[in-house]
């Protein structure tokens, strides 16, 4: 699986898929869709639309990639994970198709939830791709609207290695005819982006631009929410909203969808924070939001093998200690290759760890002298943010809730 081996687990084909969903009766067309993409920002989106339509009393099934403790996360429902029971029973169903098209982890899952959204006849899913979109196995969808959240430098040796070839990657979920909402994106890009619509006569719209009172912090969520709105604005004669329980929605997003692993505060004194962000426009939204604290950084940092580190080191800013992990997957980077890559000031210290609970006790000592003053982020992979969720569920974590 890509999640955790890498390239080696990655498909561009949609052949697959389009078996297996066959063999399934093709569930994907059996409910209305809203179909997402982007480099970053497509996890907060889906999330977003799926609170307001929630709220709205619609029934929503949310599908989005990766999970961080538990495959369940991939395939909700009104913000509750799908049951234990179905995908048990998914598995055995279709074992006869998985040993005739040998489909990849990735089209095992998207076709469990277009299943599990079909049997619960649900009244929209909001689904996320994966990589890039215009292969992606989500890309059979006949959805209502597509939205393009951001492009960025991501995936690189997959997807392109510009913004340009990247647009195009990601501009193939957009359908003839069918609109499409695009967030803050550079010129260049979403040329590529209005171009495709064009040419096949897809109303094209941007994001709305204004300040939205809700729980999630950092600018970024602000345009995330634009394209949210802009969306149900978009497709309003076909699910109806009240704008009394938008707002709601919009102020518990994290509660209502079960949004985990973005900005997520685990401890406020010392201020303890962690974000799943791990590409460079990620990292640069995260630094933002860390030089408007003022605070003092405290950093808990791992990686995956191939991040290029030069590009996102320099993006945060100066912190008083670096911590490094090396998240416990195949793909994780040495903590003392990392360390490497992050030139700390010359008042700053840096620390390799052989695991994360270590890590986090000593990092906790430190900010915990002047906690008014100081903050921890821990961040730099999924992988690192499921140990570190893990490890809070356990009590292993030095604070306590």
């Given at each position: 699986?890509?999640q955790?081996?890498?390239?080696?687990?990655?498909?561009?084909?949609?052949?697959?898929?389009?078996?297996?969903?066959?063999a399934?009766?093709?569930?994907?067309?059996?409910?209305?869709?809203?179909?997402?993409?982007?480099?970053?920002?497509?996890?907060?989106?889906?999330?977003?639309?799926?609170?307001?339509?929630?709220?709205?009393?619609?029934?929503?099934?949310?599908?989005?990639?990766?999970?961080?403790?538990?495959?369940?996360?991939?395939?909700?429902?009104?913000?509750?994970?799908?049951?234990?029971?179905?995908?048990?029973?998914?598995?055995?169903?279709?074992?006869?198709h998985i040993?005739?098209?040998?489909?990849?982890?990735?089209?095992?899952?998207?076709?469990?939830?277009?299943?599990?959204?079909?049997?619960?006849?649900?009244?929209?899913?909001?689904?996320?791709?994966?990589?890039?979109?215009?292969?992606?196995?989500?890309?059979?969808?006949?959805?209502?609207?597509?939205?393009?959240?951001?492009?960025?430098?991501?995936?690189?040796?997959?997807?392109?290695?510009?913004?340009?070839l990247?647009?195009?990657?990601?501009?193939?979920?957009?359908?003839?005819?069918?609109?499409?909402?695009?967030?803050?994106?550079?010129?260049?890009?979403?040329?590529?982006?209005?171009?495709?619509?064009?040419?096949?006569?897809?109303?094209?719209?941007?994001?709305?631009?204004?300040?939205?009172?809700?729980?999630?912090?950092?600018?970024?969520?602000?345009?995330?929410?634009?394209?949210?709105?802009?969306?149900?604005?978009?497709?309003?004669?076909?699910?109806?909203?009240?704008?009394q329980?938008?707002?709601?929605?919009?102020?518990?997003?994290?509660?209502?969808?079960?949004?985990?692993?973005?900005?997520?505060?685990?401890?406020?004194?010392?201020?303890?924070?962690?974000?799943?962000?791990?590409?460079?426009?990620?990292?640069?939204?995260?630094?933002?939001?860390?030089?408007?604290?003022?605070?003092?950084?405290?950093?808990?940092?791992?990686?995956?093998?191939?991040?290029d580190?030069?590009?996102?080191?320099?993006?945060?800013?100066?912190?008083?200690?670096?911590?490094?992990?090396?998240?416990?997957?195949?793909?994780?980077?040495?903590?003392?290759?990392?360390?490497?890559?992050?030139?700390a000031?010359?008042?700053?210290?840096?620390?390799?760890?052989?695991?994360?609970?270590?890590?986090?006790?000593?990092?906790?000592?430190?900010?915990?002298?002047?906690?008014?003053?100081?903050?921890?982020?821990?961040?730099?992979?999924?992988?690192?943010?499921?140990?570190?969720?893990?490890?809070?569920?356990?009590?292993?974590?030095?604070?306590?809730?």
């Open positions: 699986m890509y955790r081996l890498g390239t080696s687990a990655f498909k561009k084909d949609l052949t697959n898929i389009i078996k297996l969903c066959n399934l009766d093709n569930p994907q067309d059996q409910f209305k869709s809203i179909h997402i993409a982007g480099t970053n920002g497509k996890g907060s989106t889906s999330h977003i639309l799926s609170a307001i339509y929630q709220q709205n009393d619609y029934k929503v099934g949310l599908y989005t990639s990766p999970h961080l403790l538990d495959f369940r996360e991939r395939i909700k429902l009104n913000g509750e994970l799908c049951s234990k029971e179905f995908v048990i029973d998914f598995v055995a169903k279709i074992k006869p040993e005739a098209i040998k489909p990849s982890f990735f089209e095992i899952t998207v076709a469990m939830a277009f299943s599990y959204f079909a049997e619960e006849k649900v009244d929209i899913a909001i689904i996320e791709t994966g990589l890039g979109g215009r292969l992606d196995s989500t890309n059979i969808l006949n959805p209502i609207a597509s939205i393009i959240t951001s492009i960025g430098l991501d995936h690189k040796d997959m997807l392109g290695d510009t913004l340009e990247i647009a195009g990657e990601k501009a193939g979920i957009i359908n003839q005819g069918i609109p499409v909402i695009h967030g803050n994106i550079a010129e260049s890009p979403l040329q590529v982006i209005r171009d495709k619509a064009t040419a096949i006569d897809a109303p094209i719209y941007s994001y709305l631009k204004d300040t939205f009172n809700t729980d999630l912090a950092g600018k970024h969520q602000q345009w995330n929410i634009g394209c949210a709105l802009r969306c149900v604005d978009i497709v309003k004669t076909i699910l109806p909203v009240n704008s329980f938008v707002s709601s929605a919009l102020l518990d997003v994290r509660g209502t969808s079960n949004f985990v692993g973005r900005w997520q505060i685990l401890n406020t004194n010392p201020l303890v924070v962690s974000d799943v962000g791990h590409n460079e426009e990620g990292f640069r939204l995260i630094a933002e939001q860390l030089i408007e604290l003022k605070l003092n950084a405290y950093y808990v940092l791992g990686f995956v093998k191939g991040k580190l030069n590009e996102i080191a320099p993006l945060l800013p100066n912190g008083k200690e670096y911590h490094f992990v090396k998240p416990e997957v195949i793909r994780g980077m040495s903590a003392d290759e990392a360390s490497k890559a992050f030139t000031p010359s008042s700053a210290q840096k620390y390799v760890h052989l695991g994360l609970e270590k890590a986090l006790t000593e990092v906790f000592d430190s900010a915990s002298s002047e906690p008014e003053l100081n903050m921890i982020f821990i961040g730099g992979s999924n992988f690192v943010i499921a140990d570190l969720l893990l490890l809070n569920e356990e009590g292993k974590t030095p604070w306590k809730l």
